[in-house]
């Protein structure tokens, strides 16, 4: 069985821009792959090289072993692929927009039907299939651009922010869907939602300006943060006076305030080493006479990675 998306040195030059420059990644069968990145960073144009409608400068792309320079026409049909921007056509029915879209596709007329019922059955879209497109919520337009993606049954899915836009009932049903697909087809999904990759996504690639940083799961990428412990705490006293306390601590890396209510002044700590200062600050509490509210080790999150190693500082 081919490797399902295979990126080999991937460059993308504008003039004297660079967009991609010479990225390697892969897709492995029945994965579901988190692409991540800040704007800019190049996650859109990749897209549009893997679904041949961009051509590198240098590098190539292989979809289920085809290489796309090769033969693109091939790939599209292997894939199913949603844009960030997606473009229906208001003025016809549901249904009538997606038996339209299985003939450009090349759907046999002999299986036309069962692939469009499947898809709307998938996509829940079955009480808005006579409705004009223009008429539908964005939530019920990204369902039927996403039944699109299924109408010719793909293998491989590409997903472009699929969720832009939505609101959180609506992303919640959309990361339901899309992990259902998953268990039938290989997917690569780029998204601003991070804690929708941690819930999701069985690996994540990370790119900035144009580089991967970062290819791992998304567990792995958070044990990269524990070798700094980050403690979290609330004190009673001015923000000021508690922050230059906890500064003195030792071990203290850094310290940030993180909100003040009702007279208390939120702080997460980093620790150098994986220190765990717990019991400092509890002493420091009682001989300063600052209230304790909350003192807690915080767990790193993946947007804790994404963050660290997407920007300079």
Do not use: W
């Amino acid at each position: 069985m081919a490797t399902p998306i295979v990126v080999n040195n991937l460059t993308k030059r504008y003039d004297t821009a660079v967009a991609l420059a010479g990225i390697s990644f892969d897709v492995q069968p029945g994965e579901i792959m988190g692409f991540l990145g800040p704007n800019g960073a190049g996650k859109t144009t990749t897209m549009r090289i893997l679904t041949g409608m961009l051509a590198p400068t240098e590098g190539s792309v292989c979809i289920d072993g085809i290489d796309v320079g090769d033969d693109s026409l091939a790939v599209r049909r292997r894939i199913g692929y949603l844009p960030e921007h997606i473009s229906l056509y208001p003025e016809l029915r549901v249904q009538e927009y997606l038996e339209y879209r299985a003939h450009i596709k090349g759907v046999p007329r002999s299986d036309r039907r069962a692939c469009l019922q499947e898809a709307i059955a998938q996509c829940d879209i079955a009480d808005v299939s006579r409705k004009l497109i223009g008429r539908l919520s964005r939530g019920y337009r990204q369902r039927v651009a996403l039944a699109d993606c299924l109408l010719a049954r793909p293998k491989i899915l590409i997903l472009d922010e699929p969720t832009v836009g939505l609101d959180p009932h609506q992303i919640r049903q959309t990361r339901e869907l899309i992990t259902r697909l998953g268990q039938q087809a290989t997917i690569l999904l780029s998204t601003h939602i991070l804690p929708e990759v941690e819930m999701i996504c069985h690996r994540v690639a990370i790119i900035n300006q144009g580089r991967i940083v970062a290819v791992d799961s998304p567990a792995h990428l958070r044990q990269r943060l524990q070798g700094a412990r980050v403690i979290r705490t609330q004190l009673k006293g001015e923000a000021s006076a508690v922050e230059a306390a906890l500064r003195q601590l030792p071990g203290v890396a850094r310290v940030q305030l993180t909100g003040q209510t009702d007279g208390y002044a939120a702080f997460d700590l980093e620790v150098a080493n994986g220190g765990d200062i717990r019991e400092a600050i509890f002493r420091l509490a009682v001989e300063q006479r600052f209230g304790l509210r909350e003192l807690s080790q915080a767990q790193a999150t993946l947007e804790d990675v994404f963050i660290q190693l997407t920007t300079k500082e």
